[in-house]
Protein backbone atom coordinates (compact mmCIF):
# COMPACT_ATOMS: atom_id res chain seq x y z
CA UNK A 1 0.00 0.00 0.00
CA UNK A 2 1.64 3.28 -1.61
CA UNK A 3 -0.33 6.77 -0.25
CA UNK A 4 0.61 10.32 -1.45
CA UNK A 5 -1.16 13.52 -0.26
CA UNK A 6 -2.94 16.16 -2.87
CA UNK A 7 -5.02 19.37 -2.81
CA UNK A 8 -8.13 19.07 -1.21
CA UNK A 9 -9.39 21.03 -4.48
CA UNK A 10 -8.27 18.63 -6.52
CA UNK A 11 -9.67 15.44 -4.78
CA UNK A 12 -12.84 15.75 -6.98
CA UNK A 13 -10.52 16.18 -10.33
CA UNK A 14 -9.40 12.70 -9.23
CA UNK A 15 -12.82 11.08 -8.45
CA UNK A 16 -14.91 12.57 -11.34
CA UNK A 17 -18.32 13.50 -12.14
CA UNK A 18 -19.91 10.11 -10.51
CA UNK A 19 -16.63 8.65 -9.77
CA UNK A 20 -15.99 7.36 -12.93
CA UNK A 21 -12.45 9.00 -13.20
CA UNK A 22 -11.63 7.06 -9.95
CA UNK A 23 -13.53 4.05 -11.32
CA UNK A 24 -11.40 4.01 -14.74
CA UNK A 25 -7.84 4.21 -13.29
CA UNK A 26 -9.04 1.06 -11.15
CA UNK A 27 -10.52 -0.77 -13.69
CA UNK A 28 -7.22 0.12 -15.81
CA UNK A 29 -4.86 -0.87 -12.69
CA UNK A 30 -6.47 -3.54 -10.89
CA UNK A 31 -6.06 -1.28 -7.83
CA UNK A 32 -7.98 0.35 -4.99
CA UNK A 33 -7.73 4.04 -4.24
CA UNK A 34 -9.28 4.63 -0.62
CA UNK A 35 -9.42 8.76 -0.81
CA UNK A 36 -9.80 10.58 2.66
CA UNK A 37 -11.39 14.21 1.21
CA UNK A 38 -10.79 15.56 4.38
CA UNK A 39 -6.79 15.07 4.85
CA UNK A 40 -6.16 14.86 0.87
CA UNK A 41 -4.44 11.56 1.79
CA UNK A 42 -4.87 9.02 -1.10
CA UNK A 43 -3.86 5.20 -0.51
CA UNK A 44 -3.26 3.02 -3.34
CA UNK A 45 -3.60 -0.58 -2.47
CA UNK A 46 -2.87 -3.25 -5.42
CA UNK A 47 -3.94 -7.09 -4.70
CA UNK A 48 -1.23 -9.47 -3.07
CA UNK A 49 -0.93 -11.27 -6.37
CA UNK A 50 -1.10 -7.99 -8.48
CA UNK A 51 1.67 -5.36 -10.38
CA UNK A 52 3.11 -2.90 -7.76
CA UNK A 53 4.81 -1.58 -10.86
CA UNK A 54 0.70 -0.30 -11.60
CA UNK A 55 0.59 0.70 -8.27
CA UNK A 56 3.28 2.90 -8.66
CA UNK A 57 2.00 3.78 -11.95
CA UNK A 58 -1.11 4.88 -10.71
CA UNK A 59 0.45 6.60 -7.05
CA UNK A 60 2.00 9.00 -10.31
CA UNK A 61 -1.58 9.20 -11.72
CA UNK A 62 -2.32 10.32 -8.49
CA UNK A 63 0.57 13.19 -7.84
CA UNK A 64 0.22 14.22 -11.29
CA UNK A 65 -3.89 15.09 -11.15
CA UNK A 66 -2.54 16.66 -7.50
CA UNK A 67 0.03 19.21 -8.96
CA UNK A 68 -2.45 20.48 -11.81
CA UNK A 69 -2.90 18.03 -14.48
CA UNK A 70 -5.93 16.84 -15.69
CA UNK A 71 -6.79 13.13 -15.46
CA UNK A 72 -6.63 12.54 -19.40
CA UNK A 73 -2.64 13.91 -19.34
CA UNK A 74 -2.11 11.99 -16.54
CA UNK A 75 -3.02 8.67 -17.52
CA UNK A 76 -0.27 9.30 -19.61
CA UNK A 77 1.74 7.64 -16.80
CA UNK A 78 -0.05 4.52 -17.03
CA UNK A 79 2.62 4.29 -20.20
CA UNK A 80 5.62 2.53 -18.70
CA UNK A 81 7.72 5.18 -20.94
CA UNK A 82 6.13 8.56 -19.63
CA UNK A 83 7.25 9.98 -16.57
CA UNK A 84 6.18 12.49 -13.71
CA UNK A 85 9.29 15.02 -13.03
CA UNK A 86 7.96 17.98 -9.90
CA UNK A 87 10.33 20.85 -9.20
CA UNK A 88 10.13 22.77 -6.37
CA UNK A 89 10.47 26.35 -7.11
CA UNK A 90 11.61 27.38 -3.82
CA UNK A 91 14.87 25.41 -4.58
CA UNK A 92 15.42 28.39 -6.38
CA UNK A 93 14.04 31.19 -5.01
CA UNK A 94 14.18 30.40 -1.27
CA UNK A 95 10.99 31.05 0.75
CA UNK A 96 10.51 34.40 -0.32
CA UNK A 97 6.64 34.61 -1.46
CA UNK A 98 7.48 37.56 -3.71
CA UNK A 99 10.52 35.92 -5.64
CA UNK A 100 7.73 32.26 -5.59
CA UNK A 101 5.56 34.58 -7.73
CA UNK A 102 7.65 36.13 -9.80
CA UNK A 103 9.77 32.47 -10.73
CA UNK A 104 6.06 31.42 -11.42
CA UNK A 105 5.54 34.32 -13.64
CA UNK A 106 8.59 33.54 -15.42
CA UNK A 107 7.82 29.63 -16.06
CA UNK A 108 4.33 30.68 -17.59
CA UNK A 109 4.91 33.73 -19.52
CA UNK A 110 3.00 36.52 -20.61
CA UNK A 111 -0.91 34.85 -21.86
CA UNK A 112 1.22 31.37 -20.82
CA UNK A 113 3.78 31.98 -23.90
CA UNK A 114 6.65 30.76 -21.87
CA UNK A 115 4.98 27.54 -20.83
CA UNK A 116 3.42 26.71 -24.45
CA UNK A 117 6.99 27.03 -25.88
CA UNK A 118 8.50 24.56 -23.44
CA UNK A 119 5.66 22.28 -23.90
CA UNK A 120 5.92 22.36 -28.08
CA UNK A 121 9.74 22.26 -28.09
CA UNK A 122 10.59 19.82 -25.66
CA UNK A 123 7.24 17.77 -25.97
CA UNK A 124 6.84 17.69 -22.02
CA UNK A 125 3.75 18.47 -20.40
CA UNK A 126 3.40 21.00 -18.12
CA UNK A 127 1.58 22.38 -15.09
CA UNK A 128 2.60 24.89 -12.87
CA UNK A 129 0.47 25.13 -8.92
CA UNK A 130 1.30 26.58 -6.05
CA UNK A 131 5.40 26.55 -5.85
CA UNK A 132 5.35 23.72 -8.16
CA UNK A 133 6.25 22.80 -11.75
CA UNK A 134 5.26 19.47 -12.79
CA UNK A 135 6.17 17.51 -16.31
CA UNK A 136 4.83 14.57 -17.65
CA UNK A 137 6.53 13.05 -21.06
CA UNK A 138 9.18 10.75 -22.23
CA UNK A 139 12.71 10.57 -20.46
CA UNK A 140 14.13 13.21 -22.91
CA UNK A 141 11.37 15.42 -23.23
CA UNK A 142 11.20 16.01 -19.49
CA UNK A 143 15.12 16.19 -19.51
CA UNK A 144 15.19 18.71 -21.64
CA UNK A 145 12.05 20.87 -20.19
CA UNK A 146 13.87 20.27 -16.59
CA UNK A 147 17.11 21.88 -18.63
CA UNK A 148 14.73 24.38 -19.55
CA UNK A 149 13.05 25.45 -16.34
CA UNK A 150 16.28 25.32 -14.50
CA UNK A 151 17.42 27.92 -16.81
CA UNK A 152 14.47 30.80 -16.63
CA UNK A 153 14.98 30.02 -12.71
CA UNK A 154 18.56 30.52 -12.41
CA UNK A 155 17.78 33.81 -13.95
CA UNK A 156 18.75 33.27 -17.83
CA UNK A 157 16.63 35.14 -20.26
CA UNK A 158 13.69 33.83 -21.83
CA UNK A 159 15.57 34.18 -25.33
CA UNK A 160 18.26 31.89 -24.22
CA UNK A 161 15.81 29.25 -22.95
CA UNK A 162 13.98 29.55 -26.36
CA UNK A 163 17.08 29.18 -27.78
CA UNK A 164 18.01 25.99 -26.19
CA UNK A 165 14.86 24.23 -26.66
CA UNK A 166 15.06 24.88 -30.82
CA UNK A 167 18.78 23.39 -30.76
CA UNK A 168 17.10 20.46 -28.89
CA UNK A 169 13.89 19.85 -30.78
CA UNK A 170 16.38 19.91 -34.26
CA UNK A 171 18.51 17.47 -32.26
CA UNK A 172 15.62 14.74 -31.92
Do not use: W
Not at 131 to 160: F, N, P, Q, R, Y
Amino acid sequence: MEYVRIPQRRIGVLIGHDGETRKEFEVATGCTLEIDSRTGIVRVVHPEQGDALLALQLLAVVRAIGRGFSPETARELLDPETYLEVIDIRDHTGHSRKRLERMRGRVIGRNGKTRRIIEEQSNARVAVQGHTVALIGSLEAVDAAKVALGMLLGGAEHGSVYHYLEGHRRSR
